[in-house]
Structures are given as structure tokens and as C-alpha cells.
């Protein structure tokens, strides 16, 4: 039985620890056999001596790390090294020795305890433990194995308790009595001040609300919590006046919103204070005595004519003097005037309803002292009405009678209206015209209704005696001073089928034998008349305007622009030369002057010498350039001709002769005006340079 042995854990002993001896029957102790040793930790922690047998252990075991160890023992021949008996298994087991203390699973554990708790798994020393004295607590707990008993080993650790909060602390203010100031013009919501009550308690627990109780002032003022700093917040609630109260006292209370029932034993949570609001003077605006107001005047009111007044003062104890104005934005056309000391509203233009009932403005009371302390009113002023406007047709009236209509026959219905508006409402009457009364062929029946009909008077009417009859018929109010008006009503005769209803209201033109009305006839005779008168003008035209064409050919082509700075006659204005010349420069006769111009002074004509037959027009051009620039006798006006030649330019820009010589300020251009009405717009253009220049 040797396939276990036993070994103790933690040997401390200087020599190696011996486990146990292996010995086989074939061993005679002669030295023939070897011991073998494998398995867990053999050669290692292990050996065998392996002439004997003996097992030792060569280092200290921790049967924490490793409880058991298992290995296998062979006996073999030395010299041979073949095994005597099979290979045996056998295990080591270690032994425990108390050689750990109790470890807890953290080195410090952190708790929370309710203040005022029972006790529980960790009791409490003390009883009603306040967190507000001391919060946090930290203990040390020891554990010991062995139950406890001698030789056994301990561990220790450490436990932090922390005492959470609950509602045991009232809300206190620091001080029973608060003053704060406000002005007067403060508006609702304005904040006043700031009252604190301080609360030992922590997170909801301090959370107060406050409220004003009682005081003077219990509907002027209001109180709101600042939920970040748990203060209350005193605001204004309703306008206040200096005039009427100066100072005010409210009680505030600060309590809990959150109460634990088992602590109501300690007293009530909450406390009050009092607080004196003192209103401060301001210098308001004047007041009036209404918020608006409303006057009435009839539109026939004269001038100056006083329609009522309005009332305004200062509310101040100083009671400065106020005067009025109106608001000419309002009144852009000043119909109406206030006088400035007593606020009467009196008409400065003469009114119309008709043309606008309503007049809205604005008046404005401003301190003397103080002028920038004003107020405002709206003024209403209504326009009463006057029975100063006839009435008239609703709108004008053109009807027919047939031919043949019977006597007493409606024909048509009238309405009237009144610009007027009467407080008993329109009453119309309705009548003939003196004048047309006696042997009409019409009747007009009044309705007693505001409305009349048309009735005819007898029978049959003939549109070839009289196509269209004129009725006017006058229309009356019943209101004071009385108003009428007289109305035409156009009655046509017409032809009319059995039902009634118009078929044609034209009297038929006589039948000509031919067949054509007289009328066609002459609308006829009409059109040929103006087509013949427009046949004579257009050849008479043609006859005026026939002269010698100026082109000759397609390929001689001649322009003529004289530019005046003024509308030209176009190609038959050729007073500026002879064109004649042109075409032949030998038949120009020597004495002859410009035709388009009044000579100064009457120079010897310059003989121009004749060109040849075959010059080249560009030459001829250029010859007579040259020529006319360096002529002391031509006269200063500009004249662009244009002799059927197209060239690449001048490279002298312009031909005027006016640049040629001198400049604008060496002229003197009063001459132009002796030269004829061909010339006035000239003059007046040059002759008008010197004062341009000087403005």
C-alpha cells in the first residue's frame, strides 16, 4: 500500500522534506536494481534515491497552489535497464496548515446610512445621528478565522459610512425684517428685491417655497421662487401711485414643499418675515380724465364753432400746469383746433358728413414745466347729420313704351336715394314736372314707398310722330329744411311683339323706288365726294413735287447734308450750292456768289482753275478742301457735303472752317444774327456761349 503519501505544506526545515520509501520484492539489496522516478514535479520538486528507494521533497509546497501531485515509480535492471516489475502510479497529497488570514473581497467598502436610522447589519452607537453635526464616518472591521480560537489568523477592513439627508431642518431667515424701494412708473413684473431663508438640509429637502400671507400690500406684490438659488423674488403686480400709497408691508412665508410626517414632531417647517416696500416719487405725465373721448357736432356748424373740451392734469403732488395741442398727423387738413389753456376742441374748416362721418384724432397734453412729460387721447368727433343734400335717382333711367300700349300701363319703376341719413329714415315723394304736368303722355304714381311707376295716359303711342319722349319728374324729401331734385327720364317708342316685349325702336327710313333708303343714298353720294376730293390733292401733289431728278443714273449718285444744328429740308434744300458745278466745274460762273449765305463784305471772286476731264473725284475734292480752308473770304459756318464719294476719311477730322484757323474763344459769332431767320437758331446757339461759360 504505498501508492499514497502524505506531506505538509510550508516546510521550513533546512534539510530536503522526506515523503516516503519504494522498495520491490526483487530487490536483495545487492545493487542490481535502480529506482525510476516521473510524473508531477519529478526531478524537481521531487527525487528518489535510486539505490533505496527514498522519496524527499526539495523545495516548500503550497497546497493553496497545488494540493495534489501525481507521479508513476519503476523498479529496472541496472545492468540490463530493463524492468523487473511493471511501472506503479502513486500521488502525494499535501497537507493544510492554517498559514492564510481571511482576506476581504475589498479593501474599503463604502456605505450610506440614513440619519435618525434603527439599527440594522451595522448598528449605530449613537442614537438620532444628525448628518448636519457630522456626515461622514469611517470604520474598521476585523475578521478572524478558527472561530476565533488561539493560532488562528485575521483580516481587516475599512468601511466608510456616509449619512444621507432627510427633511429634520425648518427653513429660517436670517433677519425678521426686509425694506426695499421701487419707483412708482415701475411696470408689472418689475423685480423689487430679494428675501433668503437658509435650510440645513440638503437636494429637495432644502428646496422652499415662499408666499405673501398677509399685508397691505398682498394684492400689489407678488413673490416667485428662484428654483437656483432658493431665494424669493418680490415683483411688482400692479401699477403702483405715490400719490395714493407710499409705503407697504407684506408678510412673506418661507416653508417646505417636501415634509416627512415623522418629523413634524420637531415643529413646523417653515417661517416668516416681514417686508416694507416704499414707492418713490417719479415725475409721471399729465392724465386725462378719460381714456377717450367722444363729441358730436351737426355739419352744418360754423367756423370756430366749440364742439367740447377735454381735461388733463399732472398726477404729481407738483401738480404742474398742462396745456393741449392736436396731433397734426392726425388732423393733416386742421379741420379742427384746441385751445391750448382750457383743451376746448372748437372747427377751424366747415364740415361735411357726406364726405366723412367720423373724424378721429389724437390731443396732447404736455407739462409746461416739463415738456417732455406728455400723454395722449384719442378724440372722436362724429358728424351729425343736416338735410343739406336732394335726392336723385338711383341711377338713370332709360325705358320704352310700345306702340301699343294701353292706357294706365306700367312701364317702369323708380328709386331714389339721399346722401342725407335721417334719424327717421328716408321718406321720398314723387311728382311731375310743373312744366310737363299738363298734357303729358305719362302719369307718375307715387308708392308711398320711396319707389314711383311710370303709367301711360293713353292708348297707343306712334314712333314715326314722336320716337322719344323726355320725362322730368321731381323727387322731394320730407325732411327739414326740404330737399328736391327734378330727374329726366328717357321714354323711347317701340315696336313690340304680343307679349310686350321690344322688337325695334327705330322709325323705318322712307323706301326710295329703287329700292335704297334715302339715307343709304346719301351716305353713298358721301364717300364718292371724299374719294374724288382726295384724288384732286394727291395729283396736285404729284405736280408740285415734280422737278429735275437729281439722279441721273444709278452710278451718280449725289447727297446733299447742310447741318445747322437744326432740322434740314432733306435732298431738295440745294440753296447750299450748285450742283450743277459739280458735274461740269468749268460751266461755274466766276462772278457768282453763295446762295445760302449773307456776305459780310464782298470780296474779288478767286478764279478756281478748271479741272480736267478725266480729274479723279477724290483729286477734285481735295483741290477744293484746300482751296476753301485757305480762303480769307469764306464766311464762319460749318457745311458737311457729301459729293457721291465714299474715301477712307479725312485726315483732318472735321472740314469746318470754324476750326481751320482760330478757336472757339477768338470768335466773334454776333454777325450771325444779321444774316437772316435762316440763321437765328445759329446764333443763338453760338451767340450764347460766352454766358454758358460764364455761369
Not at 457768282?592 to 478748271?610: G, H, M, Q, Y
Amino acid at each position: 500500500m504505498w501508492n499514497q503519501f502524505f506531506l505538509l505544506e510550508e516546510y521550513t526545515g533546512s534539510d530536503y522534506q522526506y515523503v516516503g520509501k519504494l522498495h520491490s520484492d526483487q530487490d536483495r539489496g545487492d545493487g542490481s536494481l535502480k529506482y525510476i522516478l516521473s510524473g508531477d514535479g519529478a526531478g524537481d520538486l521531487f527525487i528518489i534515491n535510486e539505490n533505496t528507494g527514498d522519496i524527499q521533497a526539495t523545495k516548500r509546497l503550497d497546497r493553496e497552489e497545488k494540493p495534489v501531485y501525481i507521479l508513476r515509480a519503476q523498479a529496472i535492471n541496472r545492468k540490463t535497464g530493463r524492468p523487473v516489475e511493471p511501472e506503479s502510479e502513486f500521488i502525494i497529497k499535501i497537507h493544510d496548515i492554517n498559514d492564510n488570514e481571511p482576506i476581504f473581497t475589498k479593501e474599503v467598502y463604502t456605505a450610506t446610512v440614513p440619519e435618525m436610522s434603527d439599527v440594522g447589519i451595522i448598528k449605530t452607537a449613537l442614537l438620532n445621528m444628525d448628518r448636519e453635526n457630522r456626515e461622514q464616518y469611517q470604520v474598521v472591521i476585523q475578521a478572524k478565522d478558527m472561530g476565533g480560537q488561539m493560532g488562528g489568523l485575521s483580516g481587516t477592513t475599512t468601511v466608510n459610512i456616509t449619512l444621507t439627508d432627510v427633511n429634520d431642518n425648518p427653513p429660517r431667515f436670517s433677519q425678521s425684517t426686509y425694506q426695499f424701494k421701487t419707483p412708482e412708473s415701475s411696470p408689472p413684473g418689475t423685480p423689487v428685491g430679494r428675501i433668503k431663508a437658509s435650510d440645513a438640509d440638503m437636494g429637495e429637502n432644502a428646496e422652499i417655497e415662499y408666499s405673501i400671507t398677509d399685508g397691505e400690500g398682498l394684492d400689489m406684490f407678488d413673490v416667485i421662487t428662484d428654483q437656483e438659488t432658493q431665494e424669493g423674488i418680490i415683483t411688482v403686480k400692479k401699477l403702483l401711485d405715490f400719490e395714493k400709497k407710499k409705503v407697504y408691508t407684506l408678510k412673506v412665508e418661507a416653508s417646505n414643499p417636501h415634509v416627512e410626517p415623522r418629523f413634524l414632531y420637531l415643529g413646523p417647517f417653515k417661517d416668516s418675515a416681514t417686508v416694507r416696500i416704499m414707492v418713490e416719487d417719479v415725475d409721471e405725465p399729465p392724465v386725462f380724465s378719460k381714456l377717450a373721448y367722444i363729441l358730436q357736432i351737426r355739419e352744418d356748424a360754423q367756423i370756430n364753432t366749440t364742439i367740447g373740451s377735454v381735461t388733463a392734469q399732472d398726477p404729481d403732488a407738483a401738480r404742474n400746469p398742462v396745456k393741449y395741442s392736436v396731433d397734426r398727423h392726425t388732423d393733416m387738413d386742421r379741420i379742427f383746433n384746441i385751445d391750448s389753456g382750457n383743451g376746448s376742441i372748437f372747427t377751424s374748416k366747415l364740415l361735411d358728413r357726406e364726405t366723412l362721418l367720423w373724424h378721429n384724432i389724437t390731443v396732447i397734453a404736455t407739462e409746461i414745466n416739463n415738456p417732455k412729460q406728455s400723454s395722449r387721447v384719442p378724440l372722436y368727433i362724429k358728424v351729425l347729420d343736416v338735410n343739406d343734400n336732394a335726392p336723385e335717382f338711383a341711377e338713370f333711367y332709360e325705358t320704352f313704351v310700345c306702340e301699343k300700349a294701353k292706357a294706365d300701363q306700367l312701364i317702369q319703376t323708380l328709386h331714389a336715394v339721399d346722401k342725407d341719413d335721417p334719424y327717421s329714415g328716408h321718406r321720398f315723394s314723387f311728382s311731375l314736372a310743373p312744366e310737363a304736368a299738363s298734357g303729358s303722355n305719362f302719369s307718375i304714381q307715387d308708392n308711398k314707398d320711396n319707389t314711383a311707376g311710370i303709367l301711360t295716359r293713353k292708348n297707343g303711342y306712334n314712333r314715326h310722330e314722336m320716337s322719344t319722349y323726355l320725362l322730368p319728374v321731381v323727387i322731394s324729401d320730407n325732411d327739414y329744411p326740404v330737399q328736391s331734385s327734378t330727374g329726366t327720364v328717357t321714354v323711347r317708342v317701340c315696336a313690340c311683339d304680343h307679349h310686350g316685349n321690344m322688337q325695334s325702336c327705330h322709325a323705318e327710313a322712307l323706301i326710295h323706288p329703287t329700292g335704297l333708303s334715302t339715307g343709304a343714298l346719301v351716305a353713298i353720294l358721301l364717300c364718292i365726294m371724299i374719294l374724288l376730293v382726295t384724288v384732286v390733292l394727291f395729283a396736285a401733289l404729284r405736280r408740285q413735287r415734280k422737278k429735275e431728278p437729281l439722279i441721273i443714273s444709278k452710278e451718280d449718285i449725289r447727297d446733299n447734308i447742310v447741318s445747322y444744328n437744326d432740322e434740314g429740308g432733306g435732298e431738295e434744300d440745294t440753296q447750299a450750292f450748285d450742283i450743277g458745278t459739280l458735274r461740269n466745274p468749268e460751266a461755274m460762273e466766276d462772278s457768282k456768289l453763295r446762295r445760302d449765305i449773307v456776305p459780310e463784305a464782298l470780296f474779288l471772286p478767286r478764279r478756281t482753275p478748271a479741272a480736267r476731264d478725266n480729274t479723279d473725284v477724290r483729286d477734285f475734292i481735295n483741290q477744293r478742301l484746300k482751296e476753301n480752308d485757305t480762303d480769307p473770304t469764306a464766311p464762319p459756318y460749318d457745311s458737311l457735303a457729301t459729293y457721291a464719294y465714299e474715301g477712307t476719311g479725312s485726315v483732318a477730322d472735321s472740314l469746318s472752317s470754324l476750326e481751320s484757323v482760330t478757336t472757339d474763344g477768338d470768335q466773334d459769332y454776333d454777325y450771325l444774327s444779321d444774316w437772316g431767320p435762316r440763321f437765328k437758331k445759329l446764333a443763338d446757339m453760338y451767340g450764347g456761349v460766352d454766358s454758358d461759360k460764364d455761369s
